[in-house]
């Protein structure tokens, strides 16, 4: 019973570099999302999908990019990696998006030098 | 824009010493309020939704309530292992639906 499964859990980049952040789900949850969270800010949302094929923006997208080919599968890609998006970052699924609880990963602390 | 502001942003409370947690809020139709609890180095884990004012809910120690504008999570007796962040997070149905907005949290500490 995996749940949100997060990879990697710690990663260091140099500015300018590009990796992908990788999210999966094992609930058959249609509804993804990605969050950043930085001290004293809270959650804040990236990117989230509501199914297979469908993306859209959330409160803070630039400088990511998302897909969804699966219902299984959401990563989040940096495109080219910035101080600023020194943070940690949450996988999120829920069954639909509505008012449905909210499963969690454990996260990946995310450094750029 | 919906809005969520949680208080107090730390609190330490001695095992046994009850207290409440708060959390106001700004929205347009409230979808759900929720709260998560975090401990250190994980994702945010579910505690309750609650939908309309006036609503409580109760798990173990905790128990949270609603208002039109704030909710509480009472904590009664604590323990220890109560010791964790509690986020409070509102879910509307202006703008894009399915987004949640949180608030920063409550670190709670309980000193044995």
């Known amino acids: 019973n995996a749940g949100v499964t997060q990879t990697p859990k710690f990663q260091v980049l140099k500015t300018g570099q590009s990796m992908t952040l990788q999210c999966a789900q094992d609930?058959?949850?249609?509804?993804m999302s990605w969050y950043r969270q930085d001290p004293g800010m809270g959650l804040r949302l990236i990117h989230y999908?509501?199914?297979?094929?469908?993306?859209d923006q959330g409160e803070v997208p630039n400088g990511y990019n998302v897909s969804r080919s699966t219902t299984e599968d959401f990563p989040l890609r940096l495109l080219s990696a910035a101080p600023s998006q020194t943070s940690v970052y949450f996988c999120?699924?829920?069954?639909?998006?509505?008012?449905?609880?909210?499963?969690f990963g454990q996260g990946t602390r995310l450094t750029v030098v | 824009e919906d809005q969520v502001t949680q208080s107090p942003e730390a609190l330490r409370l001695q095992e046994g010493e009850s207290s409440s947690l708060n959390c106001s809020y700004t929205?347009?139709?409230?979808?759900?309020l929720f709260w998560y609890r975090q401990d250190p180095g994980k994702g945010p884990e579910f505690l309750f939704t609650?939908?309309?004012a006036g609503e409580e809910k109760e798990k173990e120690r905790l128990k949270a309530t609603l208002t039109k504008k704030e909710s509480f999570l009472h904590i009664t007796a604590p323990k220890p292992e109560d010791s964790a962040t509690y986020l409070c997070?509102?879910?509307?149905?202006?703008?894009?639906?399915?987004?949640?907005?949180f608030g920063s949290g409550t670190q709670l500490t309980v000193l044995p």
């Open positions: 999120a699924s829920s069954l639909d998006g509505g008012d449905t609880e909210a499963f």
């Open positions: 609650l939908y309309s």
């Open positions: 997070a509102v879910q509307g149905y202006s703008g894009s639906a399915r987004q949640l907005t």
């Open positions: 929205v347009s139709g409230l979808r759900g």
């Open positions: 999908s509501v199914g297979a094929g469908i993306t």
């Open positions: 609930m058959n949850h249609e509804y």
